[in-house]
């Protein structure tokens, strides 16, 4: 037997409004004080005056109301495509003037300015409306308002999500993503060298060659923001985890979270509380947070290589995914042996407060840290080409090793994009892998002039043993 497609889009507009409906009725059960709130209204109701403490606003509806809404919207749908658009033109606006005056209402009698309930009654009354008035996608319109639920049914997590961040962490945010969609559409996207430079570009032609005024070409402002964005993107997806999951937990999380954003913030402010600890039982803590953060960095510039270069992220994940589980397994052992001793104190969050908070925890989407990548990832990739232009392949990996001392990120993405075009892909992920183990060796360092000999002890043995097995399964991945 065949349903026609209108009973079905009816039934699933109506099930869509019970949706919402009850997760209205599901919220409402969980508003502080309802005892309170009834008899404030019941006192609104009669004297109807301004009440100047604020109250939760009382519920529009519920499951009944919204499938009614839903019916609503579902009849008015089917009125314009029979032509009688008028009766959907009065019935929208019965639905919309109805909303005022309980928005009034809620203001006037409890001193509430919530729009919640006022804007999901309209978000159902349209969908049904597009349900049987329209012909666009069923799934789309089911899909809108599962999210919709899901939101509505958020309400208690996003407040507490909103509260993680400071006023200036979102203008900051705010500010950088606008920057971003008003400049990328604006800017060249051209690289300009020596050549491009105005009255004397002719000059360096004569007297350098073509060849080294074209490996002057870095300056590329449309490639360098684009990747100045990617990065950042990825940056931020672990300053979001840091803060979301990181609030009061031990050292060794925030070594894990703080990698996701700066491994050698974490390595620098954990070598420095190391130094500060007389008991060597203390120092434990310090070191494992260190090692964690270097496996969570591993996973971060995967990442970014995976954005920028699908081919080269294949080629260099089964080395980067067995350092990664290197450093676990360090952890885990060290972990076992540390757990059987009592240290001398419980280190938490609190102790943690210097560099990671001043460096690592400071929100990547803001001006300044995009400026200084992208002026590192500028000077990274003029750097590499010139080297490649007057030493070849070794100047390349040279290159890249000297400018992984001071960071991965550029090296990552400037490598990522000369793999398969400039750079063969095998030769690329050995330039990585080399980058990696170089930065692994500045933080060694840092650690060696930060910490005393008991920690940097254990973070060289770690990244030694990082480096060997990564090399064994760089050569197997490359050679067999």
Same mark, same amino acid.
């Given at each position: 037997m065949n349903i026609d497609p209108i009973y079905i889009r009816f039934l699933l507009a109506v099930s869509l409004g019970a949706l919402v409906g009850f997760e209205r009725d599901e919220n409402r059960k969980n508003i502080p004080k309802e005892k309170e709130l009834a008899a404030s209204a019941d006192i609104a109701a009669r004297k109807f005056t301004f009440i100047k403490e604020g109250h939760p606003a009382n519920g529009l509806g519920g499951f009944r109301t919204y499938t009614l809404i839903s019916i609503l919207g579902a009849l008015a749908g089917v009125a314009s495509t029979l032509g009688a658009g008028a009766i959907a033109w009065v019935v929208a606006a019965g639905i919309i003037i109805f909303i005022q005056i309980a928005f009034l209402l809620n203001y006037f009698d409890k001193n509430s300015l919530g729009l919640t309930t006022e804007v999901s009654i309209?978000?159902?009354?349209?969908?049904?409306?597009?349900?049987? %008035? *329209?012909?666009?996608?069923?799934?789309? &319109?089911?899909?809108?308002?599962?999210?919709?639920?899901?939101?509505? =049914?958020?309400? +208690?997590?996003?407040?507490?999500?909103? %509260?993680?961040? =400071?006023? /200036? /962490?979102?203008? @900051?945010?705010?500010?950088?993503?606008?920057?971003?969609?008003?400049?990328?559409?604006?800017?060249?996207?051209?690289?300009? %060298?020596?050549? @491009?430079?105005?009255?004397? $570009?002719? #000059?360096?032609?004569?007297?350098? $060659?073509?060849?080294?005024?074209?490996?002057? /070409?870095?300056f590329n402002p449309q490639r360098i923001w684009t990747v100045v964005v990617m990065v950042l993107s990825v940056n931020f997806v672990g300053y979001f985890i840091a803060k979301l999951f990181g609030k009061g937990k031990g050292v060794s999380v925030i070594g894990l979270l703080g990698g996701l954003v700066s491994s050698t913030a974490v390595t620098e402010n954990m070598s420095s509380l190391s130094k500060e600890e007389k008991d060597t039982r203390a120092k434990e803590p310090y070191v494992l947070a260190t090692i964690l953060s270097n496996a969570s960095s591993l996973m971060r510039i995967l990442v970014v290589v995976l954005?920028? +270069?699908?081919?080269?992220?294949?080629?260099?994940?089964?080395?980067?995914?067995?350092?990664?589980?290197? =450093? &676990?397994?360090?952890?885990?052992?060290?972990?076992?042996?540390? @757990?059987?001793?009592?240290?001398?104190? !419980?280190? *938490?969050?609190?102790?943690?407060?210097?560099?990671?908070?001043?460096?690592?925890?400071?929100?990547?989407?803001?001006?300044?840290?995009?400026?200084? #990548?992208?002026?590192?990832?500028?000077?990274?990739?003029?750097? *590499?080409?010139?080297?490649?232009?007057?030493?070849? @392949?070794?100047?390349?990996?040279?290159?890249?090793?000297?400018?992984?001392?001071? $960071?991965?990120?550029?090296?990552?993405? +400037?490598?990522?994009?000369?793999? %398969?075009?400039?750079?063969?892909?095998?030769?690329?992920?050995?330039?990585?892998?080399?980058?990696?183990?170089? !930065?692994?060796?500045?933080?060694l360092v840092i650690s060696i002039f930060s910490a005393d000999e008991y920690f940097y002890k254990k973070i060289l043995r770690t990244f030694s043993f990082n480096i060997l097995f990564g090399i064994i399964a760089l050569i197997v991945v490359i050679y067999l």
């Amino acid at each position: 037997m065949n349903i026609d497609p209108i009973y079905i889009r009816f039934l699933l507009a109506v099930s869509l409004g019970a949706l919402v409906g009850f997760e209205r009725d599901e919220n409402r059960k969980n508003i502080p004080k309802e005892k309170e709130l009834a008899a404030s209204a019941d006192i609104a109701a009669r004297k109807f005056t301004f009440i100047k403490e604020g109250h939760p606003a009382n519920g529009l509806g519920g499951f009944r109301t919204y499938t009614l809404i839903s019916i609503l919207g579902a009849l008015a749908g089917v009125a314009s495509t029979l032509g009688a658009g008028a009766i959907a033109w009065v019935v929208a606006a019965g639905i919309i003037i109805f909303i005022q005056i309980a928005f009034l209402l809620n203001y006037f009698d409890k001193n509430s300015l919530g729009l919640t309930t006022e804007v999901s009654i309209i978000l159902v009354f349209v969908l049904s409306f597009l349900l049987l %008035g *329209t012909d666009i996608s069923v799934n789309f &319109i089911v899909m809108a308002a599962v999210v919709s639920a899901f939101v509505l =049914s958020m309400r +208690n997590q996003l407040h507490a999500f909103s %509260g993680l961040f =400071s006023h /200036e /962490e979102v203008i @900051d945010t705010i500010k950088f993503l606008l920057f971003t969609a008003v400049i990328i559409p604006l800017l060249p996207n051209k690289a300009f %060298g020596l050549a @491009d430079i105005p009255k004397v $570009g002719h #000059l360096f032609m004569t007297y350098w $060659g073509t060849g080294f005024v074209s490996a002057t /070409e870095a300056f590329n402002p449309q490639r360098i923001w684009t990747v100045v964005v990617m990065v950042l993107s990825v940056n931020f997806v672990g300053y979001f985890i840091a803060k979301l999951f990181g609030k009061g937990k031990g050292v060794s999380v925030i070594g894990l979270l703080g990698g996701l954003v700066s491994s050698t913030a974490v390595t620098e402010n954990m070598s420095s509380l190391s130094k500060e600890e007389k008991d060597t039982r203390a120092k434990e803590p310090y070191v494992l947070a260190t090692i964690l953060s270097n496996a969570s960095s591993l996973m971060r510039i995967l990442v970014v290589v995976l954005i920028l +270069n699908f081919h080269l992220a294949i080629r260099v994940a089964v080395p980067v995914l067995v350092m990664f589980l290197t =450093s &676990i397994l360090a952890y885990a052992v060290l972990k076992s042996k540390y @757990d059987g001793k009592k240290t001398s104190k !419980n280190v *938490t969050i609190s102790k943690v407060k210097t560099n990671i908070q001043n460096k690592a925890m400071q929100t990547p989407f803001s001006l300044k840290p995009a400026l200084v #990548l992208a002026g590192i990832f500028f000077a990274v990739t003029l750097f *590499t080409q010139l080297a490649l232009y007057f030493l070849g @392949d070794s100047g390349f990996v040279l290159a890249s090793m000297a400018s992984a001392l001071s $960071g991965l990120d550029a090296v990552a993405a +400037n490598t990522s994009l000369f793999a %398969g075009s400039v750079i063969p892909l095998d030769f690329a992920a050995v330039v990585l892998f080399v980058a990696i183990c170089m !930065n692994m060796i500045a933080r060694l360092v840092i650690s060696i002039f930060s910490a005393d000999e008991y920690f940097y002890k254990k973070i060289l043995r770690t990244f030694s043993f990082n480096i060997l097995f990564g090399i064994i399964a760089l050569i197997v991945v490359i050679y067999l």
